[in-house]
């Protein structure tokens, strides 16, 4: 069965504080790694895709990057509109479905 | 606005009765999927259509779940009989279809009390 652990839980940042939320998984036969953002009462918004290992996606501040076991989502100088729950999930063999982990609350404060 | 949308977006209802919730898709795009999350979890995969065919439902699908696609457009997911624990959000989601992996969009979701 596949897994997706997301650490840390939540995650308290100043503003321009950077850091990196993790995203461990163990899938059979990954076909890819989903980043969203969700904000609180909304639907999950679409952030990246990554497919195999040393594959980097960048947009705005965040980027992510992904190795066999892990995947990265760094956050440089965040602001305070960064604020929110961000998924990992994963698509592996031959199904569709996405496998969601529970996801880093991130606030960030001025 | 072309993106995923659902309704309605807050049901509250007693338990017992049944409830129906609508989604439309990307107009776009073949699949279109439901999931459920309740607070503090990820989104939980319940079911999949391409077109109009049910592909794959979540062993955890209670019978009292039945979802439809009947013109490979908008779905519907019924739940009858609701119970305490069927409180959550549940939110769908479209795709493409075809031999890659793409990604879903998800819509603003309806959020389910059951009292």
């Known amino acids: 069965e596949d897994q997706v652990t997301q650490s840390p839980e939540a995650l308290r940042l100043q503003e321009g504080e950077s850091s990196s939320l993790n995203c461990s998984y163990t899938v059979s036969g990954l076909r890819g790694l989903f980043w969203y953002r969700q904000d609180p009462g909304k639907g999950p918004e679409f952030l990246f895709t990554?497919?195999?290992a040393g594959e980097e996606k960048e947009k705005e501040r965040l980027k992510a990057t992904l190795t066999k076991k892990e995947s990265f989502l760094h956050i440089t100088a965040p602001k305070p509109e960064d604020s929110a729950t961000y998924l990992c999930a994963v698509q592996a063999g031959g199904g569709n479905k996405l496998t969601f982990g529970t996801g880093t609350q991130l606030k960030v404060e001025l | 606005d072309t993106g995923v949308s659902q309704d309605p977006r807050h049901k509250i209802t007693k338990r017992g009765q049944n409830v129906t919730f609508r989604c439309d898709p990307i107009s776009e795009h073949n699949r279109l999927y439901w999931y459920r999350q309740t607070l503090g979890q990820g989104p939980e995969f319940l079911t999949y259509f391409q077109n109009e065919a049910q592909l794959e439902k979540s062993r955890l699908l209670s019978d009292r779940f039945s979802a439809e696609r009947p013109k490979g457009s908008f779905s519907t997911l019924e739940i009858q009989r609701t119970e305490q624990g069927d409180s959550a959000m549940y939110l769908c989601?479209?795709?493409?279809?075809?031999?890659?992996?793409?990604?879903?969009?998800f819509g603003p979701g309806t959020r389910l009390t059951v009292t």
């Open positions: 990554l497919y195999s």
């Open positions: 989601a479209s795709s493409l279809a075809g031999r890659g992996t793409y990604e879903q969009y």
